[in-house]
Protein backbone atom coordinates (compact mmCIF):
# COMPACT_ATOMS: atom_id res chain seq x y z
CA UNK A 1 0.00 0.00 0.00
CA UNK A 2 3.00 2.10 0.34
CA UNK A 3 4.13 2.58 -2.81
CA UNK A 4 0.63 2.60 -4.09
CA UNK A 5 0.37 5.82 -1.62
CA UNK A 6 3.03 7.49 -3.76
CA UNK A 7 0.90 7.54 -6.61
CA UNK A 8 -1.69 9.93 -5.01
CA UNK A 9 1.70 12.38 -5.46
CA UNK A 10 1.76 12.14 -9.04
CA UNK A 11 1.66 15.52 -10.59
CA UNK A 12 2.46 15.00 -14.01
CA UNK A 13 0.77 11.97 -15.63
CA UNK A 14 0.68 10.25 -19.18
CA UNK A 15 -2.22 8.35 -19.72
CA UNK A 16 -3.33 5.91 -22.46
CA UNK A 17 -6.33 4.64 -24.10
CA UNK A 18 -6.62 1.97 -26.52
CA UNK A 19 -8.28 2.14 -29.21
CA UNK A 20 -10.97 -0.76 -27.91
CA UNK A 21 -11.98 1.79 -24.64
CA UNK A 22 -13.22 4.30 -27.32
CA UNK A 23 -14.27 2.77 -30.21
CA UNK A 24 -17.41 0.23 -30.86
CA UNK A 25 -16.65 -2.10 -33.28
CA UNK A 26 -18.18 -1.26 -36.93
CA UNK A 27 -19.69 1.96 -35.61
CA UNK A 28 -16.39 3.85 -35.17
CA UNK A 29 -15.80 6.75 -31.76
CA UNK A 30 -18.22 6.05 -29.00
CA UNK A 31 -19.04 9.76 -28.33
CA UNK A 32 -20.30 8.46 -24.80
CA UNK A 33 -17.13 6.51 -23.53
CA UNK A 34 -14.97 10.10 -24.83
CA UNK A 35 -17.48 11.98 -23.12
CA UNK A 36 -16.27 10.12 -19.81
CA UNK A 37 -13.20 9.77 -20.18
CA UNK A 38 -12.99 13.42 -20.49
CA UNK A 39 -14.92 13.83 -17.41
CA UNK A 40 -12.27 11.68 -15.32
CA UNK A 41 -9.30 13.73 -16.60
CA UNK A 42 -10.69 17.13 -15.50
CA UNK A 43 -11.54 15.81 -12.67
CA UNK A 44 -7.32 15.20 -12.51
CA UNK A 45 -6.96 18.61 -14.15
CA UNK A 46 -9.01 19.96 -11.42
CA UNK A 47 -6.84 18.63 -8.77
CA UNK A 48 -4.03 20.63 -10.56
CA UNK A 49 -2.51 17.81 -12.21
CA UNK A 50 -0.79 18.23 -15.25
CA UNK A 51 -1.89 15.15 -18.15
CA UNK A 52 -0.85 13.98 -21.37
CA UNK A 53 -3.09 11.76 -22.96
CA UNK A 54 -2.07 9.11 -25.99
CA UNK A 55 -4.90 7.76 -27.56
CA UNK A 56 -5.01 5.15 -30.26
CA UNK A 57 -8.33 4.87 -32.35
CA UNK A 58 -7.50 6.53 -35.74
CA UNK A 59 -7.65 3.42 -38.00
CA UNK A 60 -10.38 2.23 -36.20
CA UNK A 61 -12.48 5.57 -36.50
CA UNK A 62 -11.48 6.37 -39.66
CA UNK A 63 -12.41 2.59 -40.77
CA UNK A 64 -15.93 3.17 -39.77
CA UNK A 65 -16.31 6.84 -41.36
CA UNK A 66 -14.91 5.23 -44.81
CA UNK A 67 -17.48 2.62 -44.42
CA UNK A 68 -14.88 -0.02 -44.64
CA UNK A 69 -16.47 -3.54 -43.54
CA UNK A 70 -13.14 -4.65 -42.09
CA UNK A 71 -9.49 -3.57 -41.28
CA UNK A 72 -7.62 -2.69 -44.70
CA UNK A 73 -4.54 -4.35 -45.66
CA UNK A 74 -2.59 -2.11 -47.91
CA UNK A 75 -0.54 0.74 -46.35
CA UNK A 76 -1.84 3.21 -48.16
CA UNK A 77 -5.33 2.36 -47.39
CA UNK A 78 -4.14 2.20 -43.72
CA UNK A 79 -2.69 5.75 -43.65
CA UNK A 80 -6.10 6.97 -45.49
CA UNK A 81 -8.15 5.66 -42.60
CA UNK A 82 -5.46 7.00 -40.05
CA UNK A 83 -6.15 10.28 -41.93
CA UNK A 84 -9.79 10.24 -41.60
CA UNK A 85 -10.18 9.11 -38.09
CA UNK A 86 -7.60 11.04 -36.27
CA UNK A 87 -8.94 14.41 -37.10
CA UNK A 88 -12.75 12.61 -36.54
CA UNK A 89 -10.74 11.58 -32.72
CA UNK A 90 -9.48 14.95 -32.41
CA UNK A 91 -13.34 16.65 -32.84
CA UNK A 92 -14.42 14.31 -30.59
CA UNK A 93 -11.87 15.40 -27.42
CA UNK A 94 -12.57 18.37 -28.32
CA UNK A 95 -16.18 18.71 -28.24
CA UNK A 96 -15.64 16.38 -24.92
CA UNK A 97 -12.66 18.82 -23.22
CA UNK A 98 -14.62 22.42 -24.35
CA UNK A 99 -17.04 21.20 -21.54
CA UNK A 100 -14.96 20.86 -18.95
CA UNK A 101 -12.56 24.35 -20.36
CA UNK A 102 -10.14 22.22 -21.28
CA UNK A 103 -8.48 23.01 -24.61
CA UNK A 104 -6.58 20.21 -26.27
CA UNK A 105 -3.30 20.27 -28.60
CA UNK A 106 -2.89 16.95 -31.00
CA UNK A 107 0.60 16.26 -31.42
CA UNK A 108 1.40 13.35 -33.64
CA UNK A 109 4.93 11.26 -33.36
CA UNK A 110 6.85 8.79 -35.69
CA UNK A 111 10.18 7.40 -33.92
CA UNK A 112 12.38 9.33 -35.77
CA UNK A 113 11.47 12.08 -33.71
CA UNK A 114 12.02 10.83 -30.74
CA UNK A 115 15.37 8.69 -31.94
CA UNK A 116 16.79 12.04 -33.26
CA UNK A 117 18.04 13.96 -30.22
CA UNK A 118 17.57 17.16 -31.81
CA UNK A 119 13.70 16.13 -33.02
CA UNK A 120 13.52 14.52 -29.54
CA UNK A 121 14.28 17.82 -28.05
CA UNK A 122 11.86 19.65 -29.79
CA UNK A 123 9.19 17.25 -29.04
CA UNK A 124 10.12 17.42 -25.68
CA UNK A 125 9.73 21.39 -25.64
CA UNK A 126 6.21 21.38 -27.66
CA UNK A 127 4.58 19.38 -25.53
CA UNK A 128 5.89 21.59 -21.94
CA UNK A 129 4.96 24.54 -24.08
CA UNK A 130 1.40 22.81 -24.44
CA UNK A 131 1.42 21.61 -20.79
CA UNK A 132 2.61 25.41 -19.06
CA UNK A 133 0.02 27.08 -21.31
CA UNK A 134 -2.83 24.66 -19.62
CA UNK A 135 -3.32 22.78 -22.49
CA UNK A 136 -3.94 19.14 -22.86
CA UNK A 137 -1.58 17.31 -25.35
CA UNK A 138 -3.72 14.17 -27.27
CA UNK A 139 -0.55 12.29 -29.01
CA UNK A 140 -0.79 9.43 -31.04
CA UNK A 141 1.67 8.04 -33.69
CA UNK A 142 2.20 9.96 -37.57
CA UNK A 143 -0.11 7.00 -38.71
CA UNK A 144 -0.66 8.96 -41.98
CA UNK A 145 3.16 8.81 -42.67
CA UNK A 146 4.42 6.39 -40.44
CA UNK A 147 5.83 2.82 -42.42
CA UNK A 148 7.01 0.22 -40.21
CA UNK A 149 11.02 1.30 -40.37
CA UNK A 150 9.79 4.55 -38.79
CA UNK A 151 7.25 3.51 -36.24
CA UNK A 152 6.82 2.99 -32.94
CA UNK A 153 4.05 0.49 -33.66
CA UNK A 154 1.89 0.66 -30.43
CA UNK A 155 0.46 3.71 -28.39
CA UNK A 156 1.88 1.54 -25.36
CA UNK A 157 5.45 1.97 -26.07
CA UNK A 158 4.75 5.43 -27.61
CA UNK A 159 2.87 6.32 -24.25
CA UNK A 160 6.09 5.50 -22.63
CA UNK A 161 8.44 7.62 -24.64
CA UNK A 162 5.62 10.31 -23.99
CA UNK A 163 6.61 9.95 -20.26
CA UNK A 164 10.22 10.18 -20.58
CA UNK A 165 9.79 13.10 -22.76
CA UNK A 166 8.23 15.08 -20.38
CA UNK A 167 9.69 13.78 -17.40
CA UNK A 168 6.18 12.64 -15.58
CA UNK A 169 5.73 10.93 -12.46
CA UNK A 170 3.31 7.87 -13.72
CA UNK A 171 2.66 6.29 -16.92
CA UNK A 172 -1.28 4.68 -16.91
CA UNK A 173 -2.53 2.55 -19.48
CA UNK A 174 -6.29 1.69 -19.31
CA UNK A 175 -7.23 -0.81 -21.32
CA UNK A 176 -10.20 -3.59 -21.28
CA UNK A 177 -8.58 -5.33 -18.57
CA UNK A 178 -8.18 -4.95 -15.04
CA UNK A 179 -4.59 -5.70 -14.86
CA UNK A 180 -2.30 -8.65 -15.76
CA UNK A 181 -3.60 -11.77 -14.69
CA UNK A 182 -1.01 -15.00 -13.25
CA UNK A 183 -2.99 -16.67 -16.11
CA UNK A 184 -5.90 -16.02 -18.82
CA UNK A 185 -8.58 -15.09 -16.74
CA UNK A 186 -10.66 -15.48 -19.85
CA UNK A 187 -9.55 -19.55 -19.53
CA UNK A 188 -8.53 -20.11 -16.29
CA UNK A 189 -10.93 -19.45 -13.49
CA UNK A 190 -8.17 -19.65 -10.84
CA UNK A 191 -6.30 -16.75 -12.67
CA UNK A 192 -6.14 -14.16 -10.46
CA UNK A 193 -5.09 -10.07 -10.72
CA UNK A 194 -1.06 -9.20 -9.75
CA UNK A 195 -1.29 -6.37 -7.40
CA UNK A 196 2.45 -5.20 -8.00
CA UNK A 197 5.39 -6.07 -9.79
CA UNK A 198 8.50 -5.49 -8.61
CA UNK A 199 10.24 -6.16 -12.07
CA UNK A 200 9.52 -7.09 -15.34
CA UNK A 201 11.22 -10.88 -14.92
CA UNK A 202 11.36 -13.50 -17.41
CA UNK A 203 8.89 -15.05 -15.53
CA UNK A 204 6.36 -11.95 -15.43
CA UNK A 205 7.27 -11.84 -18.99
CA UNK A 206 5.73 -15.62 -19.75
CA UNK A 207 2.36 -14.67 -18.20
CA UNK A 208 1.54 -12.45 -22.00
CA UNK A 209 1.95 -15.88 -24.10
CA UNK A 210 -0.68 -18.37 -23.79
CA UNK A 211 0.14 -22.20 -24.04
CA UNK A 212 1.02 -21.53 -28.30
CA UNK A 213 3.98 -19.29 -26.66
CA UNK A 214 3.33 -16.53 -28.80
CA UNK A 215 0.00 -15.13 -28.73
CA UNK A 216 -0.24 -12.00 -26.81
CA UNK A 217 -3.34 -11.68 -24.05
CA UNK A 218 -4.89 -8.29 -24.27
CA UNK A 219 -1.77 -6.52 -25.63
CA UNK A 220 0.13 -7.55 -22.60
CA UNK A 221 3.35 -7.91 -24.44
CA UNK A 222 3.79 -4.57 -25.91
CA UNK A 223 2.57 -3.24 -22.15
CA UNK A 224 5.28 -5.22 -20.44
CA UNK A 225 7.57 -3.21 -22.95
CA UNK A 226 6.43 0.13 -21.89
CA UNK A 227 6.40 -0.40 -18.14
CA UNK A 228 10.17 -1.35 -19.03
CA UNK A 229 10.64 1.86 -20.71
CA UNK A 230 9.13 4.22 -18.02
CA UNK A 231 10.37 2.05 -15.10
CA UNK A 232 14.04 2.48 -16.39
CA UNK A 233 13.31 6.02 -16.08
CA UNK A 234 12.11 5.54 -12.48
CA UNK A 235 8.68 6.39 -13.73
CA UNK A 236 6.01 3.70 -12.07
CA UNK A 237 3.20 2.41 -14.05
CA UNK A 238 -0.35 0.95 -13.74
CA UNK A 239 -2.76 -1.00 -16.20
CA UNK A 240 -5.85 -0.81 -15.00
CA UNK A 241 -9.97 -1.32 -16.63
CA UNK A 242 -10.74 1.88 -18.49
CA UNK A 243 -14.39 0.39 -18.32
CA UNK A 244 -15.65 1.57 -15.16
CA UNK A 245 -15.96 4.85 -14.37
CA UNK A 246 -13.44 7.00 -11.84
CA UNK A 247 -10.66 4.31 -11.74
CA UNK A 248 -8.35 7.31 -12.33
CA UNK A 249 -9.36 9.20 -9.87
CA UNK A 250 -9.80 6.26 -7.58
CA UNK A 251 -6.43 5.18 -8.42
CA UNK A 252 -5.02 8.28 -7.71
CA UNK A 253 -6.34 8.40 -4.67
CA UNK A 254 -4.19 5.34 -3.82
CA UNK A 255 -6.71 2.66 -4.17
CA UNK A 256 -4.61 -1.05 -4.82
CA UNK A 257 -6.52 -0.98 -8.62
CA UNK A 258 -5.23 -2.83 -11.42
CA UNK A 259 -1.75 -3.62 -11.73
CA UNK A 260 1.12 -1.44 -10.17
CA UNK A 261 4.73 -1.85 -11.92
CA UNK A 262 7.49 -0.41 -9.54
CA UNK A 263 10.08 1.82 -11.37
CA UNK A 264 13.64 0.67 -10.92
CA UNK A 265 15.71 2.39 -7.98
CA UNK A 266 18.66 2.99 -10.30
CA UNK A 267 17.08 5.51 -12.44
CA UNK A 268 19.19 5.39 -15.97
CA UNK A 269 20.19 9.17 -16.91
CA UNK A 270 18.59 10.77 -19.61
CA UNK A 271 21.49 9.89 -22.38
CA UNK A 272 21.62 6.13 -21.39
CA UNK A 273 17.77 6.02 -21.54
CA UNK A 274 18.03 7.20 -25.13
CA UNK A 275 20.81 4.51 -25.69
CA UNK A 276 18.35 1.60 -24.34
CA UNK A 277 14.96 2.68 -25.64
CA UNK A 278 14.87 5.11 -28.06
CA UNK A 279 17.02 4.16 -30.75
CA UNK A 280 16.11 0.99 -31.99
CA UNK A 281 19.45 -0.91 -32.44
CA UNK A 282 21.65 -1.45 -35.49
CA UNK A 283 23.07 -4.66 -34.93
CA UNK A 284 23.69 -6.96 -32.40
CA UNK A 285 26.78 -8.67 -30.25
CA UNK A 286 26.62 -11.95 -29.15
CA UNK A 287 28.59 -12.37 -25.87
CA UNK A 288 30.51 -14.96 -24.21
CA UNK A 289 28.85 -15.76 -19.85
CA UNK A 290 32.21 -14.17 -18.86
CA UNK A 291 31.62 -11.36 -20.54
CA UNK A 292 27.79 -10.83 -19.39
CA UNK A 293 28.95 -11.21 -15.96
CA UNK A 294 31.25 -8.78 -16.53
CA UNK A 295 29.15 -6.45 -17.46
CA UNK A 296 26.09 -6.96 -15.32
CA UNK A 297 27.53 -7.52 -12.09
CA UNK A 298 30.95 -5.84 -12.02
CA UNK A 299 29.87 -3.05 -14.52
CA UNK A 300 33.13 -3.51 -16.49
CA UNK A 301 33.10 -2.60 -20.36
CA UNK A 302 33.03 -4.90 -23.00
CA UNK A 303 36.42 -5.73 -24.76
CA UNK A 304 36.94 -7.56 -27.96
CA UNK A 305 37.76 -10.79 -26.27
CA UNK A 306 34.44 -11.43 -24.94
CA UNK A 307 32.15 -10.64 -28.14
CA UNK A 308 31.57 -13.96 -29.78
CA UNK A 309 29.23 -13.19 -32.73
CA UNK A 310 28.00 -10.12 -34.66
CA UNK A 311 25.66 -9.57 -36.99
CA UNK A 312 24.12 -6.65 -39.18
CA UNK A 313 25.73 -4.05 -40.53
CA UNK A 314 26.17 -1.14 -38.47
CA UNK A 315 28.81 1.86 -37.80
CA UNK A 316 30.81 3.04 -34.81
CA UNK A 317 28.86 5.31 -32.36
CA UNK A 318 25.39 3.41 -33.44
CA UNK A 319 22.94 1.51 -31.05
CA UNK A 320 23.71 -2.24 -31.02
CA UNK A 321 22.00 -4.79 -28.83
CA UNK A 322 24.04 -7.75 -26.59
CA UNK A 323 23.02 -10.97 -26.12
CA UNK A 324 24.35 -14.34 -24.79
CA UNK A 325 24.51 -17.46 -27.75
CA UNK A 326 20.92 -18.58 -26.06
CA UNK A 327 19.33 -14.99 -28.12
CA UNK A 328 18.09 -13.35 -24.54
CA UNK A 329 19.18 -9.55 -25.27
CA UNK A 330 20.52 -8.57 -21.52
CA UNK A 331 21.77 -4.68 -22.39
CA UNK A 332 22.22 -2.30 -25.39
CA UNK A 333 25.05 0.48 -25.68
CA UNK A 334 26.95 2.50 -28.20
CA UNK A 335 29.71 0.47 -29.60
CA UNK A 336 32.98 1.87 -30.71
CA UNK A 337 33.64 -0.02 -33.82
CA UNK A 338 31.41 -1.05 -37.20
CA UNK A 339 30.70 -4.21 -37.61
CA UNK A 340 33.45 -5.21 -40.23
CA UNK A 341 36.23 -4.30 -37.67
CA UNK A 342 34.36 -6.44 -35.09
CA UNK A 343 34.02 -9.37 -37.19
CA UNK A 344 37.59 -8.92 -37.29
CA UNK A 345 38.68 -8.36 -33.75
CA UNK A 346 35.85 -10.55 -32.19
CA UNK A 347 37.71 -12.85 -29.72
CA UNK A 348 40.77 -11.12 -29.45
CA UNK A 349 42.86 -9.41 -26.81
CA UNK A 350 43.01 -5.71 -26.32
CA UNK A 351 46.89 -6.06 -27.28
CA UNK A 352 46.33 -8.18 -30.44
CA UNK A 353 43.74 -4.97 -31.66
CA UNK A 354 46.22 -3.06 -33.15
CA UNK A 355 48.17 -5.82 -34.96
CA UNK A 356 44.24 -7.09 -36.76
CA UNK A 357 42.88 -4.24 -38.06
CA UNK A 358 46.46 -2.56 -38.75
CA UNK A 359 45.91 0.44 -36.95
CA UNK A 360 45.81 1.48 -32.93
CA UNK A 361 41.95 1.33 -31.63
CA UNK A 362 39.96 1.99 -28.57
CA UNK A 363 40.37 -1.09 -25.91
CA UNK A 364 36.96 -0.90 -25.62
CA UNK A 365 33.83 -2.75 -28.24
CA UNK A 366 31.15 -0.49 -25.70
CA UNK A 367 32.40 1.83 -22.74
CA UNK A 368 31.04 1.21 -19.62
CA UNK A 369 29.57 4.40 -19.76
CA UNK A 370 28.01 4.07 -23.13
CA UNK A 371 26.07 0.48 -21.59
CA UNK A 372 22.51 0.08 -20.34
CA UNK A 373 22.05 -3.38 -18.63
CA UNK A 374 18.31 -4.06 -19.10
CA UNK A 375 18.03 -7.78 -17.65
CA UNK A 376 19.85 -9.42 -15.28
CA UNK A 377 21.44 -8.22 -11.50
CA UNK A 378 20.45 -4.42 -11.85
CA UNK A 379 18.78 -4.59 -14.79
CA UNK A 380 14.53 -3.79 -15.27
N1 LIG B 1 -2.01 4.67 -33.66
C1 LIG B 1 -3.04 3.70 -33.83
C2 LIG B 1 -4.39 4.37 -34.00
O1 LIG B 1 -4.61 5.44 -33.54
C3 LIG B 1 -3.16 2.74 -32.66
C4 LIG B 1 -1.94 2.00 -32.24
C5 LIG B 1 -2.15 1.25 -30.92
O2 LIG B 1 -3.28 1.22 -30.43
O3 LIG B 1 -1.22 0.70 -30.36
O4 LIG B 1 -5.29 3.84 -34.59
Known amino acids: MGARRGLTRARRLVLKVGSGLITSPGEGL ?75 GQVLLTSQDISDRGRYLNARNTLLALLDFGVLPIVNEN ?25 ADLLVLLTDVDGLYTGDPRRDPSARRIETVEAVTDEIRKLCFDEVGRVSVGGMATKLEAAQKAGASGIPMVIASGREPGTLGR ?52 LPSGVVGVQGEFSAGEVVALAEPDGQEFARGLVNYDAGELRKIRGAKTSEIEKVLGYKGLAEVIHRDNLVVLSGPGGC
Open 30 to 104: DAKRIKALAGDIAALVAEHREVALVSSGAIAAGIARLGLTSRPRSIPEKQAAAAVGQSALMWHYEQAFKRHGIKV
Open 143 to 167: DTVAVDEIKVGDNDNLAALVAHLID
Open 251 to 302: LLKGEPLGTHFLPRDDRLAARKRWIAFAVPPQGRLTVDAGARKALTERGKSL
